[in-house]
């Protein structure tokens, strides 16, 4: 037997603290550093780059509020 947790499972049971932000990302926004929105680009503190896509812009909006306060 094969089990396997989709990332939607993961999604419904992180804390509010991580958001999806791409069909194949969720990014705790405590490390989210920037948001290139031209590029859609996420960059995190230690400087990885992930793709954000637009089905997912309401998170994107989030981080962005969160980050500039």
């Not at 194949?24 to 992930?50: P, Q």
Request: include cysteine; proline fraction near 3%.
């Amino acid at each position: 037997m094969n089990a396997f947790k989709t990332l939607k499972h993961f999604e419904n049971i992180l804390p509010f603290y991580f958001l999806r932000i791409h069909k194949s990302y969720i990014v705790n926004i405590n490390y989210v550093s920037r948001i290139y929105l031209s590029k859609s680009k996420c960059y995190l503190n230690y400087d990885e780059i992930l793709p954000f896509s637009l089905t997912y812009k309401e998170n994107v909006d989030a981080i962005i509020r969160k980050i500039n306060i």
